[in-house]
């Protein structure tokens, strides 16, 4: 039967003592609306650890705009259930005084800077977003402690925030250790998300496109050879040209260095990423090339 604790200090206890025994505990941290994307990552964590647990939290730090946050899906006990099924150890959940009662005034909470991860893309497009994912995803950890913490892919610029975190937590005596694991996506290639359950079916091709642009842009750079990064975008905006869909980016990243902007010097290991609008709904992916 898995524990379900309402908040981070109770959590907190119950890692301790799975530690106290000498195991080894795997952390997924979890917004809820939760599906196949989010099992995959606690299915690699219950092959490499002892012992796994689950957060659920819809962290409004992070929401930069409010119709998000207000139109996020969010069924806890379901996502509960899943987790059940899923062989989860422990799902915890907490409010924001929980997880911050050091600070007085809930609505103004010092976020902690993402560094050189948090600009461009994701930084430039969601403001605070970066920002509010590593004040949460530090609190978290600290809640944890020494444990392998897994995250998706998909959200490759919050994997870069999130590694900036483990070196400050080290010097703490907390070990993290960050395991990304890949995209899981529908056999239309679209990455999963729980933004998805809002597209409808008539929207669901237009969507389909994001990563069908990906996959184009890796055969330009694999066979045909092409290592401008504008054309390579380019190539992927033409994929992307449907009137249901506004591109907010279409990127090249070089996984090497991570860039504000486009790299300057020769691409070594470029990664595609984009970010479009589909009426009302933000969708993101991204494929190394
Ligand atoms: P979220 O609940 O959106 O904050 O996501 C929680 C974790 O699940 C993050 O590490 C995401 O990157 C990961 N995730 C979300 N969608 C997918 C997906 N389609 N495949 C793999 N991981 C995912």
Redesign the pocket.
Known sequence: MIESLTSPQAAAVWCDQQRQAGLQIGF??????L?D??M??LYHSRAQCDISCASIFLNPLQFNNPDDLATYPSDIKQDIELLTQAGCDMVFTGTLAQFFPDVDDGRNIPCLNPGLAGKGLEGRYRPGHLEGVVTIVDRLFRTVGSCNAY?????YQ?TLAVKGLVGQLHACGININVIV?????ESSGL????RNQRLSTSQKPAAAKIHKALKRVKIAWRNDNIRDPNELESIMRAELDDHDIVIEYASIRDETLWTEHLPEDKLSRPRALIAVYIDNIRLIDNLLL
Not at 28 to 33: A, I
Not at 151 to 155: Q, S, V
Not at 181 to 185: A, D, K, L, S, T
């Open positions: 997924v941290p979890t917004m809820g609306g599906h994307g989010h995959s990552l995250f998706g892919e998909k959200d919050q694991c890949p995209v899981i996506r990455a999963l998300s729980s």
